[in-house]
């Protein structure tokens, strides 16, 4: 069998019609649920089409319903699907070029597609466009390391797919280094192809010519000897030919067939970085004799109170004891302890719920009452300094929901439980005590984002520096407690900070219960599982590919080029601890002049910005952001900044899609323009034809 009838196969395993099953939604209590991605789809002809096309077998008239379904609907919600579904069945067709424009269409919707990446990459080594191929294996293994079953795949049958999705793409790369003269390079991802599935002897066989390549004969040998034996056809015959070659090049008492019995190839395993448990916490306080600033400033930040025991000094809102929301809920004080009474819709009594604990101080405040069990239930309403007043915060998240039900709301509903549903992002060091690792065992060290959560374990280093004996800054890489973000890669500072700003993550405890840091081998950060993108809800999505939610701001930045290319991070433009938390609460280490974050690396374009952005100096059109980071993401009660950063106003998408599902910034401020408009400038800066 070959290697592309294998990556067909595999590619069919794929396509079943349990893929339809959709994780619904960014913001909602419960990210797992599923819908059929058949509902979705609000139009009765558009979904039986769909259906057609989706349960087609044969390639060349799914291709064809692809490319007609396309022409009728251009604008469907389903778009991207349609585009994998081209690019697979052209790839069963042998018409790679096709399969590879298809499936870039599909990856520009929904670049986080590992199952697709991997068929590019494949595609792409095969035809010698190293680039793409390099590009897309690397992006496939990197997802495909952490990834939770997609929902096509049952979980029992997702080790298998996934190795054999990590051999393509490692062996893609391989071809790819070795067609480069990148011959160790080559070796590397070739034996890393091996690994997961030894008996592939296209990889064997490719695994020799590297070494031979990188003029090793005697370690390309036993290569090429087992494909010899194992492998039929020209594939073995190539094998012979390249050992006959080896063998002749030396003298040799033994005959070639004797030389031939006696290779034997031993695959080494990987090599694991040696690692020890990481150390004893300190706690905060800790770090402030030595950090004064640091810590003063950090204590005034929304990290540091994310989560803080009631104190009648930190509350946000007004408690006056008035009748609320249509006269369902009462916020009051007795004896300076905060309540809210929740007004029962059978019975019309009150229910009154203690404030033990707030959540937020920035721009709205919920609040926690403990119940007896020692479990938090976190309230409905919360007060809001954007509104200016109290809202049903469950209920513009979920719509209608268990727990957006005031008159209904009892105990902990799903997605209101503090230690389970909001503890692992607002609290630091949180564990689930016992044998059952249950939330109501919770425990945590601080609440909100503790110095730790950020810098690691740092006893070891506390102590070294009471003792004096500490060696001093510049001694270490900076990966090791206390974490100096300022040498650490910029995969590694993403990471710290996506503990808590990455929606796809599982924060699921590790064996001894330890929930959003780790008590195992490796960086004392978790390493979560995620949920493929291609699982979530359409909802979730612009019908451009760009996310809606401010809960994505993680994975919007990862497609930035400023991280993928230029090792931007979190910390290039925000400060943990700023020199003015009250009057920045946005930690933005150039608050004053927000270009400033992209002048630091764009130095070109410093002493004439004009130039770049086409307004007038010091004018809000001139301003950075204001075209690359435009206020597009849903924060629920006001509107974000995109954090995929490099996207520029794109007049084709607009055009395509409606300002409503592809909103562009240039119409955002020129509300008295249209798309022609737009795409007659956007040309005309390019140089290009205007039309």
């Known amino acids: 069998m070959t290697r592309y009838r294998t990556l067909n196969l595999l590619w069919l395993l794929l396509v079943s019609p349990a893929a339809a099953q959709q994780v619904d939604t960014a913001n909602g209590p419960n990210p797992v649920r599923t819908a059929s991605i058949f509902d979705e789809i609000q139009d009765s002809k558009e979904r039986s089409l769909f259906k057609e096309l989706w349960d087609t077998a044969d390639p060349q008239q799914g291709r064809q319903r692809a490319i007609d379904f396309v022409a009728r609907y251009p604008r469907s919600v389903v778009l991207r699907e349609t585009y994998e579904q081209a690019a697979r069945a052209s790839a069963m067709l042998g018409d790679d ?51 939770l079953p997609p929902a096509a795949i049952s979980p029992a049958a997702w080790p298998q797919v996934r190795d054999g999705l990590r051999n393509l793409a490692d062996f893609a790369l391989g071809r790819t280094a070795e067609e480069q003269g990148r011959y160790a390079d080559a070796e590397r991802w070739l034996l890393d192809a091996l690994r997961v599935k030894r008996n592939d002897y ?165 609040y926690a009452s403990q119940l007896p069990d020692g479990r938090l239930a976190v309230l409905p309403i919360q007060y809001s300094k954007v509104e200016g007043g109290w809202v049903n915060y469950w209920k513009i998240v979920d719509g209608s929901s268990e727990r957006s039900d005031i008159a209904h709301f009892q105990g902990t509903p799903e997605g209101a439980l503090y230690q389970r549903d909001c503890a692992p992002c607002h609290t630091s060091q949180l564990r689930y005590d016992g044998g ?60 710290i900070c996506e503990q808590c700003h990455m929606q796809s993550l599982a924060h699921e405890p590790e064996a001894g219960g330890a929930v959003n840091y780790s008590q195992t081998t490796g960086p004392f950060y978790r390493a979560y599982s995620i949920h493929l993108l291609s699982d979530y809800s359409h909802k979730v999505f612009y019908a451009d590919g760009r996310f809606r939610a401010t809960t994505f701001i993680g994975e919007a930045f990862e497609r930035s080029r400023c991280f993928r290319e230029g090792g931007g991070t979190c910390v290039s433009c925000h400060n943990p601890h700023p020199d003015d938390p009250d009057g920045n609460q946005k930690s933005l280490k150039f608050a004053p002049d927000s270009d400033q974050m992209c002048l630091q690396c764009h130095q070109s374009i410093r002493d004439h910005p004009e130039r770049h952005t086409r307004h007038a100096l010091g004018s809000e059109a001139s301003r950075c952001v204001s075209c690359h980071m435009p206020r597009n993401m849903d924060a629920l009660l006001f509107r974000a900044r995109s954090h995929q950063i490099d996207e520029i106003p794109d007049a084709e998408m607009t055009a395509r899609f409606g300002e409503s599902d592809s ?16 795409a007659a400038s956007m040309a005309a800066w390019r140089g290009g034809p205007v039309h």
């Open 97 to 147: 070029e096709a399969a590879i424009e298809w499936g870039k269409r599909a990856l520009r919707l929904l670049p986080e597609n590992p199952l697709l990446l991997t068929m590019i990459a494949d595609l792409a080594a095969r035809h010698g466009q190293h680039e793409l191929a390099e590009t897309s294996g690397r992006q496939a293994l990197r997802y495909l390391e952490r990834a």
């Open 436 to 495: 059952g690792a249950s939330p109501a065992t919770a425990q945590f060290r601080e609440g909100g984002i503790d110095c730790e959560m950020c810098h690691g374990p740092s006893q070891a280093h506390a102590d070294a520096m009471r003792r004096g004996s500490h060696a001093g800054p510049g001694t270490t890489s900076g990966a090791e407690p206390p974490v100096d973000f300022r040498k650490i890669p910029a995969e590694q500072s993403v990471a």
């Open 202 to 366: 296209v990889a064997l066989y490719a695994l020799g010519v590297a070494r031979n390549g990188r003029k090793d004969p005697d370690a390309a040998a036993p290569c090429f000897a087992e494909v010899m034996r194992a492998a039929n056809g020209a594939l073995g015959e190539a094998a012979r030919r390249e050992l006959h070659e080896v063998y002749a090049a030396k003298t040799r008492s033994q005959s070639f067939e004797e030389f031939a019995a006696s290779q034997r190839l031993s695959v080494p395993p990987a090599a694991t970085p040696r690692a020890s448990p990481p150390g004893a916490y300190a706690g905060s306080a800790a770090c402030r004799p030595c950090h004064a600033a640091e810590f003063r400033n950090w204590q005034a930040t929304g990290m540091a109170k994310m989560f803080r025991p009631y104190s009648e000094g930190e509350v946000m809102g007004r408690f006056s004891g008035e009748e609320i929301l249509g006269g369902s809920v009462r916020a009051g004080a007795e004896n300076s302890q905060r309540f809210i009474e929740l007004r029962d819709g059978d019975s019309g009594k009150w229910k009154r719920y203690r404030v033990d604990a707030l959540i937020g101080s920035k721009w709205q405040q919920a």
């Open 663 to 678: 909103p562009n910034a240039c119409l955002t401020c020129h509300r008295d323009k249209d798309i022609r408009w737009l």
